[in-house]
């Protein structure tokens, strides 16, 4: 089954107004990545979190780990156009694998 | 650095064609995948490899068969293609974050 779940599916917001999606893992992560990805485009590495209770910030973007590493956030203050596209959480549990779980993603439209 | 490299970029095959899609990273990452992306669907892991010579199933590898020739190559093949197997389909390798190749955008008439 799913093991990275994120929510909404989608999300509508009109230009200025901000937006968070938010991802829950059924097992404790090692580490949770935030991808990109521009319509027509590829899935494009944002950032990435390790530690219990880690915040990061790149310009408007925030990004939260949950304190039991198995949650996390990405939250886009005062949205662009240019923020349109779908963001993907992906959850690492640390395995020699490498693998790497996906959230279905969270498709983002920016009304002018 | 070309990163991943992935071909064709598109294709159209006839029902119960086969194909091969390529795959080729230049990182000297051990982890390398095949997803597709589905309307919807996000991200589904078809097959993945840990390391050359090894592959393992992800969570819809009915259809498919791979091959992990060497560290830089891992090929995705369609025996005979189905309908169903309309999707875009994406390359990845992993070396602590994934970095994915332009995607093939497959249609299957």
């Known amino acids: 089954g799913q093991q990275v779940m994120q929510i909404p599916q989608y999300q509508h917001v009109q230009e200025g107004e901000d937006f968070t999606t938010y991802c829950n893992s059924s097992t404790t992560l090692s580490n949770i990545q935030w991808y990109k990805q521009r319509p027509g485009g590829h899935p494009v590495f944002l950032i990435q979190l390790v530690k219990s209770g880690e915040v990061k910030k790149q310009k408007r973007l925030t990004f939260q780990f949950g304190e039991a590493k198995k949650n996390s956030s990405l939250h886009i203050t005062a949205t662009q156009t240019t923020d349109v596209g779908t963001y993907f959480c992906a959850g690492d549990r640390g395995s020699t694998l490498g693998r790497l779980y996906f959230g279905r993603g969270t498709q983002l439209t920016v009304w002018p | 650095n070309a990163g991943v490299t992935q071909t064709p970029k598109f294709q159209v095959l006839k029902t119960g064609q086969s194909m091969t899609l390529q795959c080729a990273q230049d990182?000297?990452?051990?982890?390398m995948y095949w997803y597709r992306q589905d309307p919807g669907m996000g991200l589904r892991l078809i097959y993945y490899s840990a390391s050359e010579g090894t592959t393992d199933k992800g969570e819809v590898p009915n259809g498919y068969n791979v091959s992990r020739l060497n560290k830089r190559e891992f090929s995705l093949r369609l025996e005979s293609a189905a309908p169903s197997q309309t999707s875009v389909y994406f390359c990845?390798?992993?070396?602590?974050?994934?970095?994915f190749g332009q995607g093939t955008r497959l249609t299957v008439v």
């Open positions: 990182m000297n990452h051990n982890s």
């Open positions: 990845a390798s992993n070396g602590g974050q994934a970095f």
